[in-house]
C-alpha cells in the first residue's frame, strides 16, 4: 500500500518519482528532499531558493532537487505550505542531522531531548536539537538521530517537563 491509501509516502514511492537523493549525495552533505508527490499547483520552494535549487517546468510538477545546486541551507523548509521539505545530511560517519518543519507547542531550543517521530506519528528513538530557526509561524528545527534513522524520522515530539 502506498500514501494514497495510508498517507504515508514510501521510500519505494518516493525513489519511483525521483525525489530521493542519492546515498552517496547524501553523504557529501546536506540536501533538501521534497516529499512531495502529487503534483499539486504550487511552486513556492521554486520562488523561495536562494539558490535556484528546485527545478520546475510547470507549476504541477514535481519539484526537484538538483543535487548539484542545492546546500541544504533549509530556506525552503518553513516556507512549503505542505510541510513537505526535509533537509537531511549524512555526512557525519556516526549520526544523522535532519532538518524538519515544526508548528506545536513547546517552543524548541537548541539542546533539547526530544523524541523522534516518523512519518505515521510513532516513536522510532530520540535525539537532540542542534539547530532552530523560525520563518513566520513555522519553525524549521535540526535534530540529531541515529544515522540508521535518516529516512525514517520526519517530527519530532517535545515531552512536557
Ligand atoms: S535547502 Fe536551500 S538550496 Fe536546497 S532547495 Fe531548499 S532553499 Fe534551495
Ligand atoms: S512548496 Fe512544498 S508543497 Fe509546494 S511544491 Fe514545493 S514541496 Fe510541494
Known amino acids: 500500500m ?3 491509501e495510508t498517507g504515508v509516502i514510501t521510500r519505494e514511492e518516493l525513489e519511483e518519482r525521483g525525489l530521493l537523493p542519492s546515498i552517496e549525495r547524501l553523504e557529501k552533505g546536506p540536501i533538501a528532499i521534497a516529499e512531495c508527490p502529487e503534483g499539486i499547483p504550487c511552486n513556492i520552494c521554486v520562488n523561495v531558493c ?3 535549487a528546485v527545478l520546475m517546468d510547470k507549476i504541477y510538477d514535481l519539484p526537484r532537487i538538483d543535487p548539484d545546486k542545492c546546500i541544504g541551507c533549509g530556506v525552503c523548509v518553513p516556507q512549503c505550505p505542505g510541510l513537505a521539505m526535509f533537509i537531511v545530511d549524512l555526512s557525519k560517519p556516526d ?3 535532519i532538518t ?4 506545536f507547542p513547546p ?3 537548541k539542546g533539547m531531548r526530544v523524541k523522534l517521530l516518523d512519518r505515521a506519528g510513532n516513536v522510532v528513538g530520540e535525539g537532540s536539537i ?3 530557526w523560525q520563518y513566520d509561524k513555522t519553525w524549521a528545527v535540526t535534530v540529531e538521530t541515529p544515522r ?3 529516512f525514517e524520522v520526519r517530527a519530532i515530539w517535545i515531552p512536557e517537563k
Not at 100 to 103: F, I, N, S
Open 2 to 4: 502506498g500514501f494514497k
Open 50 to 52: 536562494p539558490f535556484n
Open 95 to 97: 549520526r544523522a542531522l
Open 100 to 103: 524538519l518543519p515544526y508548528e
Open 107 to 109: 517552543e524548541p531550543r
Open 130 to 132: 542542534v539547530k532552530v
Open 148 to 150: 540508521d534513522k535518516w
